[in-house]
């Protein structure tokens, strides 16, 4: 049988999959300077890798913002391209098995894709993402690799950062530990050590946006959170969406190949024969 291959092109990312009888084969990402040799270099190596020939691909789907920079075939391949927040739900829905939840899509920015039943809407989001983890840890730390930063963040101590409700208050309040973050950086000090800065930067981002998709949800009566994106990879999202779902009741999923999940909803686009885009 033959594959359909699903790419999402970022600005410097590409990642690609193929689906094959339903099943996702060896997804892959690919980094580049631009999105058209991110694009090139992502599919040949796929190929490449997986052994297959141009003759055994069915359909080439396109998605994300770098897809727009694409406006041909790709080898004479049938090329189309998919609606990226319509990708985002069927790659979440392939990969969590809900039927009704919000997806969060933390890429350089974050976005809220509302899917419930067959309708998939895009509800908002967010500036905050990778490139305010990039932005703050280079002007903080002197350094963007993001691999780094996380690793510092794993030596670092939160509670040298952020102003916690412990220590404004002698007692929990209603419905707040005292363990819960007051203020975010609110108990920095000027010799704070680097891991600890680091710490505080990641906290930022992902409690920022775990933040905002439970206001996201309210009125929609969805407690189910399916996170995808890049940074679903830090290891600080396994303490700070748990600690989360403890204070308001909620599940944040992160799902096997939550990187890949615009690519493999692309795929699933033609697959389901969703209108695509132009």
Excluded: W
């Excluded at 009704?100 to 067959?118: C, E, L, N, P, Q």
């Excluded at 505080?200 to 949800?217: D, K, N, P």
């Amino acid at each position: 049988m033959k594959i359909v291959i699903g790419i999402d092109v970022g600005i410097s990312t590409t990642k690609i999959v193929g689906l094959r009888e339903g099943m996702v084969v060896s997804p892959i990402r690919i980094k580049a300077t631009d999105p058209i040799t991110s694009l090139y270099g992502a599919f040949g190596k796929y190929l490449h890798d997986n052994q297959i020939s141009l003759d055994d691909i069915e359909q080439v789907m396109l998605t994300g913002v770098g897809s727009a920079y694409v406006n041909e075939s790709l080898y004479g391949l049938p090329t189309r391209k998919a609606e990226e927040f319509i990708a985002d739900g069927l790659g979440a829905r392939y990969e969590s098995n809900q039927d009704r939840m919000i997806v969060v899509s933390m890429g350089t920015g974050t976005s809220f894709v509302k899917y419930d039943g067959d309708h998939i809407q895009h509800i908002g989001g967010i500036g905050i993402g990778g490139g305010t983890l990039q932005g703050l840890s280079r002007l903080l730390l002197n350094t963007d690799d993001i691999r780094h930063v996380a690793a510092l963040a794993e030596h670092g101590d939160i509670s040298h950062v952020n102003l916690q409700i412990g220590d404004i208050s002698a007692v929990p309040l209603p419905g707040l530990p005292l363990d819960a973050t007051a203020s975010i950086f609110g108990n920095v000090q000027s010799n704070a050590s680097h891991e600890d800065i680091a710490a505080g930067i990641i906290c930022t981002v992902v409690q920022t946006i775990g933040s905002a998709t439970i206001l996201a949800s309210l009125g929609t009566g969805i407690k189910e959170f399916v996170m995808i994106g890049n940074l679903t990879l830090l290891p600080q999202c396994k303490t700070i969406f748990p600690m989360m779902e403890k204070l308001y009741g909620v599940h944040f999923i992160i799902p096997t190949y939550s990187q890949f999940c615009t690519a493999i909803g692309a795929a699933l686009c033609y697959q389901n024969d969703v209108k695509l885009a132009e």
